[in-house]
T-cell receptor
Framework: AQRVTQPEKLLSVFKGAPVELKCNYS??????LFWYVQYSRQRLQLLLR??SRESIKGFTADLNKGETSFHLKKPFAQEEDSAMYYC????????????FGQGTILTVHP | DAGVIQSPRHEVTEMGQEVTLRCKPI?????LFWYRQTMMRGLELLIY????????DSGMPEDRFSAKMPNASFSTLKIQPSEPRDSAVYFC?????????????FGSGTRLTVV
């Protein structure tokens, strides 16, 4: 079975501070990991994928297979980063289907 | 392409009534997913289709929920009878082949309130 855990339901930081949103997964094979973001009352949109190893809006995420983690990081948070963030996993026979974590609400204070 | 289109955007209904949510996926996408979002449980996959065929409906809460995809451009999620605990935001998403999260496009969601 595949599972995604985001241990923090709420995360608050001040503008300019570093931020890290935690994501741990449980999966026996080689998963694909993603971060999705949902700004206030908007649709979910893809933020980044581990395969592309890219940086989007200053965010990066590294897949650590040893720790089964895919934490999302940004060195200097901005107020516009305030949103709901979901970590998601795809893999195996259910390829094409995404399993999401519970989500973390990030609030960046001025 | 206008993206994934869901209707209605908001639905308020009384307990016991039938509710039908609609989704138009992106043209050419062959996977369609229905998710439910609540504060308590986050995003839950209810059911998904591949080439209009239901593949996994294990997330459908109970028999009151049903989903259909009569053709490649339309899907419905029906709740009959509706209950207050069904209140949530229901998202539809579509993707192409086996691109998984790379190709996921979500609709704007339907906010359902059952009173």
């Amino acid at each position: 079975a595949q599972r995604v855990t985001q241990p923090e339901k709420l995360l608050s930081v001040f503008k300019g501070a570093p931020v890290e949103l935690k994501c741990n997964y449980s999966y026996s094979g080689s998963p694909e990991l993603f971060w999705y973001v949902q700004y206030s009352r908007q649709r979910l949109q893809l933020l980044l994928r581990h395969i592309s190893r890219e940086s989007i809006k200053g965010f990066t995420a590294d897949l650590n297979k040893g720790e089964t983690s895919f934490h999302l990081k940004k060195p200097f948070a901005q107020e516009e980063d305030s949103a709901m963030y979901y970590c998601a996993l795809s893999g195996g026979t259910s390829y094409g289907k995404l399993t999401f974590g519970q989500g973390t609400i990030l609030t960046v204070h001025p | 392409d206008a993206g994934v289109i869901q209707s209605p955007r908001h639905e308020v209904t009384e307990m016991g009534q039938e509710v039908t949510l609609r989704c138009k996926p992106i043209s050419g996408h062959d996977y369609l997913f229905w998710y439910r979002q609540t504060m308590m449980r986050g995003l839950e996959l209810l059911i998904y289709f591949n080439n209009n065929v239901p593949i996994d409906d294990s997330g459908m809460p109970e028999d009151r929920f049903s989903a259909k995809m009569p053709n490649a451009s339309f899907s419905t999620l029906k709740i009959q009878p509706s209950e207050p605990r069904d209140s949530a935001v229901y998202f539809c998403a579509s993707s192409f082949r086996r691109t998984g999260g790379h190709g996921y496009t979500f609709g704007s969601g339907t906010r359902l309130t059952v009173v």
